[in-house]
């Protein structure tokens, strides 16, 4: 075999174990991600995408891609991920307590179309208006979401509002 086949072959072998290790991460929950019109119930599907090691009595999520086709900060290929989780009085109370140790400083605003339908109550309460703006502002304590973090999600933060937990996060 001549050099250049040989060097051609060895490329070839190589993109396509590239290939094969993109696939099985797209397989765990990794970089691709389906754009979800509504939300999502499923815990084991969720579970895909973050670490959640206890067991909630229910969960509410949604994936979503952001920014735009053809940006130039935030494009196409990251996307963020919102879950509301209600947890029983007293695993809530121990994922607070373990929370408070990283707590999020800094004022919180989102423009009002970041309230989904599917948030609960509690949830949804914690954005208020604020005062000469048309964005809401976080009124409850922001914490790391490191906790709940899973590559490729791995920035992000968490609310907490009794029984629930709400959880952002995106790719970096």
Same mark, same amino acid.
């Given at each position: 075999?001549?050099?250049?086949?040989? *060097?051609?072959?060895?490329? *070839?072998? *190589?993109?396509?174990?590239?290939?094969?290790?993109?696939?099985?991460?797209?397989?765990?929950?990794?970089?691709?991600?389906?754009?979800?019109?509504?939300?999502?119930?499923?815990?084991?599907?969720?579970?895909?995408?973050?670490n959640l090691p206890e067991a909630p009595r229910q969960v509410l999520?949604?994936?979503?891609?952001?920014?735009?086709?053809?940006?130039?900060?935030?494009?196409?290929?990251?996307?963020?991920?919102?879950?509301?989780?209600?947890?029983?009085?007293?695993?809530?109370?121990?994922?607070?307590?373990? *929370?408070?140790?990283?707590?999020?400083?800094?004022?919180?605003?989102?423009?009002?179309?970041?309230?989904?339908?599917?948030?609960?109550?509690?949830?949804?309460?914690?954005?208020?208006?604020?005062?000469?703006?048309?964005?809401?502002?976080?009124?409850?304590?922001?914490?790391?979401?490191?906790?709940?973090?899973?590559?490729?999600?791995?920035?992000?933060?968490?609310?907490?509002?009794?029984?629930?937990?709400?959880?952002?996060?995106?790719?970096?």
């Open positions: 075999m001549k050099p250049a086949q040989l *060097l051609l072959t060895l490329l *070839l072998a *190589l993109v396509g174990v590239a290939c094969a290790a993109c696939a099985s991460g797209a397989e765990r929950g990794g970089d691709e991600v389906v754009t979800m019109t509504t939300h999502e119930t499923d815990l084991t599907k969720l579970r895909r995408f973050i999520w949604q994936t979503m891609t952001l920014g735009t086709q053809g940006g130039s900060a935030i494009g196409p290929s990251d996307w963020v991920l919102l879950a509301a989780i209600e947890y029983d009085e007293a695993t809530l109370a121990q994922i607070e307590a373990e *929370l408070q140790a990283a707590p999020v400083g800094g004022e919180f605003q989102v423009a009002p179309d970041f309230i989904r339908d599917w948030f609960p109550e509690p949830i949804k309460a914690a954005f208020a208006p604020t005062a000469g703006s048309s964005s809401l502002i976080l009124t409850a304590p922001r914490y790391s979401a490191d906790r709940f973090a899973r590559p490729p999600l791995q920035a992000g933060y968490v609310v907490i509002r009794p029984p629930w937990i709400f959880i952002y996060l995106q790719t970096t």
